[in-house]
């Protein structure tokens, strides 16, 4: 069974920055993508940023040039610079399983990030 650990969020001023952490355990597949998405109340999940095994990424426009995300094995970063009053969320992590002929998806509980002075 799959499992994502999450860490990282918290409460920061605008212009702060936080650093989001998460370990997927229990994979005996590749873990194909890992990503981050983002909740705000009233709104849609979105995706935030993602990288594949080889490293290339995909990032939300709202977030490109502040957030940047790596990856280590089977944990992923998402390190947030420069934050606003648009980022604030319930940030979940997000784990794309390469099986042998197809793919699973699994979530991580989500982390809040909070944005105020």
């Known amino acids: 069974q799959v499992q994502l650990l999450e860490s990282g969020g918290g409460l920061v001023q605008p212009g702060g920055s936080l650093r989001l952490s998460c370990t997927a355990s229990g994979s005996d597949y590749p873990l194909a993508i890992m990503g981050w998405y983002r909740q705000a109340p009233g709104k849609q999940r979105e995706m935030v940023a993602r990288i594949n095994m080889l490293g290339n990424t995909n990032y939300d426009d709202s977030v490109q040039g502040r957030f940047t995300i790596s990856r280590d094995k089977n944990t992923v970063n998402l390190q947030m610079n420069n934050l606003e009053p648009g980022d604030p969320a319930v940030y979940y992590c997000?784990?794309?399983?390469?099986?042998?002929?197809?793919?699973?998806?699994?979530w991580g509980p989500g982390t809040q990030v909070t944005v105020s002075s």
């Open positions: 997000n784990v794309v399983i390469q099986l042998s002929t197809d793919y699973d998806v699994k």
